[in-house]
């Protein structure tokens, strides 16, 4: 992915990573169009980052992304990024049965919406140059959070999306590259994180993961330093360590 120059469509990202990339990408000198479902918190972003553009997007609902993609394609027709980061991230207790609908709101919202965005969107990014899909999953798709556990298997399920949306584009020769970041805990508001001294603060996680990028354009997947215990633990034998300071913690 090429740093600049590009026009960027990032769901999610009224706050959190989402916001923190929109700033950090637009800074560099790239169209950043910020989606999300509350219009009054878009507005507040473009009316305090003049360049920046909003749009009213709900991914968990299929309406709202085909009036998006309408949209897009009327009025930003050189989009060639998409940044897939909405998601929501609740704690489960699996024995009672009225949690069901918490699930049920992550599968629609982390892995659904996802992939009805890329569903949507991949037909206006093909034979673009330097067109990017970038899919923000979680360490927690490699070891699971059990507090939060239709959180976690979305993120393992958008980890093996990502992996095939890969090697599909690359065999059709679509010229899209495929991206996934996968977070550690970061500071933010996704499970009232944002004063975990635990989590890694958000603009140092901005930092690195866009050093990532710019050391390596072509790279399949941005994973800090923080999270890469987490997603080497299978590959390194320390899986049952790992997700058992996970769980206590």
Same mark, same amino acid.
Not at 22 to 41: F, I, P, T
Not at 102 to 119: C, F, P, S, W
Not at 144 to 171: M, N, V
Not at 172 to 197: C, H, K, M, S, Y
């Given at each position: ?28 000198? #790239? ?5 999300? *479902? ?12 003049? &360049? ?10 299929? %309406? ?13 027709? &050189? ?11 609740? *704690?489960?207790?699996?024995? %009672? ?37 970038? #899919? ?59 004063? #975990? ?33 987490? *997603? %080497? ?7 049952? #360590? ?8």
């Amino acid at each position: 992915m090429k740093m600049t120059g590009n026009t960027i469509l990032i769901t999610g990202g009224t706050s959190g990573i989402g916001l923190g990339l929109a700033l950090r990408l637009h800074e560099a000198g #790239n169209k950043v169009v910020v989606a999300g *479902r509350r219009k009054e918190l878009l507005d507040g972003i473009t009316a305090e980052h003049p &360049g920046i553009d909003g749009l009213v997007l709900d991914i968990a609902d299929p %309406d709202s992304i085909a009036r998006a993609r309408e949209t897009v394609a009327a009025s930003y027709p &050189g989009l060639n990024v998409l940044v897939n980061n909405a998601g929501i991230m609740l *704690r489960e207790n699996l024995l %009672d049965p009225a949690e069901l609908p918490v699930a049920e709101d992550h599968v629609a919202t982390n892995l659904l919406g996802t992939i009805r965005m890329t569903y949507a969107f991949l037909p206006l990014l093909a034979g673009k140059d330097d067109a990017v899909v970038m #899919n923000v999953t979680s360490a927690l798709a490699f070891v699971p959070y059990p507090s939060t556990p239709t959180y976690s298997a979305t993120k393992a399920a958008l980890h093996s999306f990502s992996e095939s949306l890969r090697i599909q584009l690359a065999g059709a020769d679509a010229g899209v590259q495929v991206i996934e970041v996968a977070p550690p805990g970061v500071r933010t508001t996704l499970l009232g994180q944002e004063d #975990n001294e635990h989590a890694m603060p958000l603009d140092d996680f901005l930092t690195q993961t866009l050093d990532l990028l710019r050391e390596k354009p072509d790279a399949k997947e941005l994973v800090v330093e923080d999270a890469r215990f987490i *997603r %080497d633990a299978q590959a390194n034998g320390s899986y049952d #360590n790992v997700l058992a300071m996970i769980t206590s913690s």
